[in-house]
């Protein structure tokens, strides 16, 4: 305990944004730092996650949504060491993930915490590749959407943390894969590195409904959505029979699109909304083939890591805007610093 600074920084909501947040919504704090007691770990954070979900905590009074007070920390998952451990399953020095929010420090009860198999790969990937992310892709794909052999699988926000495994677990089934991207370096990296057959910059195309025409020949069998909006809109005109669509997000688009019920009936079509969370007593079950593939060279994956707690804000607002290259994170501490 002696080498550590007695002082935890933390991230806090400052006020609620309309619209895109401004750094200005948030607020540095710096607090005492925790001591655990019975059953209870301090973990010392490496890195944080910023997901788009933390965006609509932020709003206050959405049902079925748990809002973040002002005044409280802005919550997160995080990776990190475990310091000091009241809970036998725990020692210092042990690699944990949790939600244990934008802060450099937290205690946290030992059961909100998963050990993590250094190992297997880095840590970083517990909040990717290995993380709700992975989980995402995983689930969205396979149980909403039932990927088969030669089947063509569009995938929008392909280059973001979720779209470019959803894309690389149809590979593994078979399925032929096209990716939708918002610049031509993506599209490069999906075909060049993860294995796409095929992505387009859909900031440069004039006609999107061409143009994925033109991509997809055999029509579309499954469109793994994290995007909505005019891509959402031209993809269902191009839909196959017996077609399957996992909606992740509509990223806040109104409909403003034509309505496409007559072409779901007439493709027979599924489209069924996604919330990964209602997959938790399956995680195990994907955590180990996800690390399967991840261990075979079959699943490729790209970070996007600001330094120090007070980049969080800005990194967060630009992973808003699709400025990310890849999984976003925040590396709060040394790897090395913070396994001593
Ligand atoms: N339902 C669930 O349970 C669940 C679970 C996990 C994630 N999700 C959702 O799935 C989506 C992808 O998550 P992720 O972690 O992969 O996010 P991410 O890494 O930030 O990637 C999202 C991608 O969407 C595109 N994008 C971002 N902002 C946009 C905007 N304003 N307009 C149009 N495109 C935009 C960007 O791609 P381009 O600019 O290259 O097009 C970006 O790479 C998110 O919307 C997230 O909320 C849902």
Request: hydrophobic share 45%; glycine share 12%.
């Amino acid at each position: 305990m002696s080498s550590l600074t007695t002082l935890n920084r933390q991230i806090k909501l400052a006020s609620r944004p309309a619209g895109l947040p401004a750094v200005s919504d948030f607020q540095m704090d710096y607090s005492a730092l925790p001591s655990p007691v019975a059953s209870e770990v301090l973990v010392r954070s490496v890195y944080l996650s910023l997901d788009p979900w933390m965006r609509g905590r932020m709003d206050n009074g959405v049902p079925g949504r748990e809002a973040v007070a002002i005044g409280d920390v802005m919550p997160g998952g995080v990776v990190g060491f475990v310091v000091e451990s009241n809970d036998s399953a725990f020692r210092a020095g042990d690699a944990v993930e949790g939600m244990l929010g934008w802060q450099e420090y937290a205690v946290v009860n030992g059961r909100d915490l998963r050990k993590l198999d250094t190992g297997l790969a880095p840590i970083s990937t517990a909040l990717g590749v290995l993380g709700m992310p992975g989980l995402a892709a995983y689930f969205g794909l396979l149980a909403i959407c039932d990927p088969r052999p030669h089947e063509t699988v569009l995938v929008s926000g392909a280059a973001g943390a979720v779209g470019m495994l959803a894309g690389q677990i149809a590979k593994i089934k078979g399925c032929r894969v096209v990716g939708v991207v918002g610049s031509d370096a993506r599209t490069s990296w999906l075909v060049d590195e993860a294995g796409f057959d095929a992505a387009f910059n859909h900031t440069t195309t004039t006609d999107l409904r061409e143009t994925l025409g033109a991509h997809c020949p055999a029509g579309i069998d499954i469109y793994f959505d994290n995007v909505g909006g005019a891509i959402t809109d031209a993809v269902f005109g191009l839909i196959n029979d017996r077609a399957r669509i996992s909606i992740q997000s509509f990223l806040g688009m109104p409909d403003a699109g034509p309505r496409w019920l007559s072409q779901l009936i007439v493709r027979q079509a599924k489209v069924e909304g996604f919330l990964v969370s209602a997959w938790a007593d399956r995680f195990p079950e994907a955590r180990e083939q996800l690390s399967m593939w991840l261990k075979a060279g079959l699943l490729g994956y790209r970070e996007d890591v600001a330094q120090g707690i007070e980049s969080a804000p800005q990194a967060f607002i630009g992973m808003l805007q699709g400025k990310n290259e890849g999984k976003q994170l925040v590396q709060l501490s040394a790897l090395q610093a913070a396994a001593a």
